[in-house]
């Protein structure tokens, strides 16, 4: 059963930094390409960016670019996202999710989400 | 960037309506259009792929039609299950877009 496990809830503050994960497993991490997803509350999904386990090739959406890293560690199938200095405005919840075709990025499994506060 | 733009974004529906939701890109897209349901609390689920392809598992009263600039979403028989968001998605060229959502709730 293909599954991506996302790690718990986080609460931060503000200029903290923050690495969340999604562990992919049941079926080849490193044939997919694992992306991130922005829901922030009460809103819709917004696209960050994603990556390429086997050779950690990554793109980001011009809108994310330079505000989050995305990377991933091959040997124990699993992506991560994070932040060097946190905002309130990047309270949300953030998914993974699994695509196949290199280029045509759409999802068909996606992790079960993991919600981050910033606050003071 | 591609723009998509969903309509209408919210509606009332009662149980057997046919229902249809409409997504429009701001330029052509081929047929490089996903459909997602995503229901409080959960993480989005893939219902259609390649503008009309059912993704396996999911019923067959959803379907999907369209191409170039305009697309539709179809529930033949809405179910109480089926009282949720929906997005759209293209991934036709980088960066992928979502749709905004349409929200259908019970009439």
């Known amino acids: 059963e293909v599954q991506l496990v996302q790690s718990g809830a986080e609460v931060k503050k503000p200029g903290e930094s923050l690495k969340i994960s999604c562990k992919g497993s049941g079926y080849s991490f490193t044939s997919y390409w694992i992306g991130w997803v922005r829901q922030m509350p009460g809103k819709g999904l917004e696209w960050m960016g994603i990556?390429?386990?086997?050779?950690?090739?990554?793109r980001y959406s011009p809108s994310f670019q330079g505000q989050v890293t995305i990377s991933a560690d091959k040997s124990i199938s699993t992506a991560y996202l994070q932040w060097s200095s946190l905002k309130a405005s990047d309270t949300a919840m953030y998914y993974c999710?699994?695509?196949?075709?290199?280029?045509?990025?759409?999802?068909?499994?996606w992790g079960q989400g993991t919600l981050v506060t910033v606050s003071s | 960037a591609i723009r998509m733009t969903q309509s209408p974004s919210s509606f009332s529906a009662s149980t057997g309506d046919r229902v249809t939701i409409t997504c429009r890109a701001s330029q052509g897209i081929s047929s490089y259009l996903a459909w997602y349901q995503q229901k409080p609390g959960k993480a989005p689920k893939l219902l259609i792929y390649a503008a009309s392809t059912l993704q396996s598992g999911v019923p067959s009263r959803f379907s999907g039609s369209g191409s170039g600039t305009d697309f539709t979403l179809t529930i033949s028989c809405l179910q109480s299950e089926d009282f949720a968001t929906y997005y759209c998605?293209?991934?036709?060229?980088?960066?992928?877009?979502f749709g905004q959502g349409t929200k259908v709730e019970i009439k």
């Open positions: 999710a699994r695509s196949l075709v290199p280029s045509k990025y759409y999802f068909d499994y």
């Open positions: 998605q293209q991934y036709y060229s980088y960066p992928p877009a």
């Open positions: 990556i390429y386990p086997g050779d950690s090739d990554t």
